[in-house]
């Protein structure tokens, strides 16, 4: 598989929607993910098969820390490495920020997620008791130290 990754744009937010939607029980609305092409502390990266977008991930820098807001695949490209590839490029910017870490919360129950996690070098550093809802369930709080 050939991916190409690139900065979110504004013309790949319809189809993040979309990712969302298919993802989580919460997805991130459509004026959230615009609002982050304004945020300065955010950088989103997509990664695209043949022009159709098969995942994002992004995080938040705030002075030398970093935090993983979402990590998404299309359905159609689960299990074909695409979220690792992602996870990839944020710790190399991250590490080009010089960050100290990037954290992220994962839902406990998510044991594939919580496997990619720890491959890339991710850590159990804590829980949030009932942070996630519908249903509603504790996330684990991982931490990949730089």
């Not at 807001?69 to 944020?90: D, E, I, S, Y």
């Not at 249903?135 to 130290?145: H, N, Q, S």
Request: aromatic share 10%; proline share 5%; hydrophobic share 45%.
């Amino acid at each position: 598989m050939s991916l190409v990754l690139g900065r979110m744009e504004p013309r790949h937010v319809t189809d993040m929607v979309l990712i969302e939607q298919a993802c989580f029980s919460q997805p991130w609305s459509r004026r959230m993910l615009e609002g982050e092409l304004e945020n300065p502390q955010a950088f989103y990266l997509v990664a695209e098969q043949d022009g159709v977008l098969a995942g994002y991930a992004g995080m938040h820098a705030v002075l030398d820390e970093g935090y993983i807001t979402n990590v998404a695949t299309a359905p159609a490209f689960r299990r074909r490495g695409v979220a690792g590839t992602l996870l990839a490029a944020l710790t190399a910017r991250a590490r080009a920020w010089s960050l100290a870490f990037l954290t992220l919360e994962v839902r406990v129950s998510n044991a594939p997620a919580i496997a990619l996690y720890e491959k890339h070098g991710f850590v159990p550093v804590g829980v949030r008791r009932q942070y996630y809802r519908a249903p509603r369930e504790d996330a684990l709080l991982m931490t990949k130290y730089l």
